[in-house]
């Protein structure tokens, strides 16, 4: 079984942020950058499946050269080779466009499966992989908490309000998982070893058939229109117990409209 991981280098959520005056973009240079956390649970999930049922893991990030660093780190969980889409056309590029470029690298590949996180912590469209789906013309499952292939039909549980439900599927297909789908391994010393040796292909816009003037932000279908720096923190508001504490709480609640 040959089964493909999108990985995405993010910042670091508990590191200092902060947005590009000229553009309003993440200024990611600034920031400390790592795998998504719900791509290592990806990664984890194909390694699983693989483990059950034999074949490969590739991983496989649109990003500039630093995201290199996230491939190593999946393939120093056990993933088998990598694949970077890197090219400064892509630069800005929004989930439209990154579907289409991972689409793109995803023709040159085999695959059985494709398993994404269900949504990044800097984007949070929530779209790449229904998109990802609609371009390569097969099934998607999304928001999957538990997986198993039974010959070539995937069976999951997809999470929903109040529960799950089960549901089936052909293969190949698009898989999202949540956060339940496991807990990932952390990279041993041999597998990190180990990662410095294994395959990383590059693809640029031309390798891909991508015109370099029809992607990246220039012609991103959503654009930053205007930003600015987050304000700072105001003090709360203090109700001094009196006796009457609980009635001023209700008030301020109800005027904020929290009540």
Do not use: C
């Not at 989930?95 to 023709?107: D, V």
């Not at 999202?176 to 597998?191: A, L």
């Amino acid at each position: 079984m040959n089964i493909v991981v999108l990985v995405k280098q993010v910042p670091d959520t508990y590191s200092e942020r902060k947005l590009r005056e000229s553009d309003g973009i993440l200024d990611r240079d600034a920031t400390d950058n790592v795998i998504d956390e719900i791509d290592s649970r990806g990664v984890e999930a194909g390694l699983q499946l693989t483990e059950a049922h034999g074949g490969e893991v590739t991983v496989l990030t649109l990003g500039p050269d630093r995201a290199t660093e996230v491939l190593r780190k999946a393939l120093a969980m056990g993933a088998h080779k990598a694949v970077h889409v890197v090219d400064d056309a892509f630069a800005g590029s929004d989930a439209l466009q990154t579907s289409a470029a991972l689409a793109a690298a995803l023709g040159k590949l085999e695959f059985d499966l494709i398993i994404a996180g269900n949504e990044s912590t800097d984007g949070r469209t929530a779209s790449v992989p229904a998109m990802l789906a609609e371009r390569l013309g097969i099934p998607q499952v999304t928001f999957v908490r538990a997986l198993e292939i039974d010959g070539t039909t995937l069976k999951a549980e997809r999470t929903v309000d109040g529960g799950y439900t089960e549901v089936t599927s052909p293969i190949p297909a698009v898989v999202s998982v949540t956060e339940k789908i496991n807990e990932p391994r952390y990279p041993n010393f041999k597998g990190i070893m180990a990662a410095k040796s294994k395959p990383v292909t590059t693809f640029s816009a031309e390798d891909l058939g991508l015109a370099a003037g029809d992607t990246g932000g220039a012609v991103s279908w959503s654009i930053v229109l205007d930003a600015a720096p987050r304000p700072p923190r105001e003090a709360g508001e203090k109700v001094n117990d009196d006796g009457s504490a609980g009635t001023k709480v209700a008030e301020y609640l109800a005027s904020a409209r929290l009540i």
